[in-house]
């Protein structure tokens, strides 16, 4: 069974910084993965993603500012989030086809 784990969520002002990992463990079948997030109110959006290739996309409101990558260890990736705006406030989730992690809460401050 997959396990995704996040970490790396927290508190910043605008403008700052944030790094986000996850990691996978378990017998995992595909090591396409993303971020989604969740902000109150709303549904639960894309953020980024990345393919088992390398091959990654973004959502509109985060081109230029996030970038997702993988780690040494395949099943490891990262959101390296900045110019952080409170919009970007919710709570973000990690995803493995058929299995989600528990979320990490990221509030922006204005």
């Known amino acids: 069974q997959v396990q995704l784990v996040e970490s790396g969520g927290g508190l910043v002002e605008a403008g700052g910084s944030l790094r986000l990992s996850c990691a996978a463990s378990?017998?995992?079948?595909?090591?396409?993965m993303g971020w989604y997030r969740q902000a109150p109110g709303k549904q639960r959006e894309l953020v980024a993603a990345i393919t088992t290739g390398g091959m990654s996309n973004y959502a509109d409101p985060v081109k230029g500012r996030f970038t997702i990558s993988r780690g040494n260890a395949r099943n490891t990736i990262y959101l390296q989030m900045s110019s952080l705006k409170p919009d970007d406030t919710a709570v973000y989730y990690c995803?493995?086809?058929?299995?989600w992690g528990q979320g990490t809460q990221v509030t922006v401050s204005s």
């Open positions: 995803h493995t086809p058929g299995v």
């Open positions: 378990g017998t995992i079948f595909s090591l396409n």
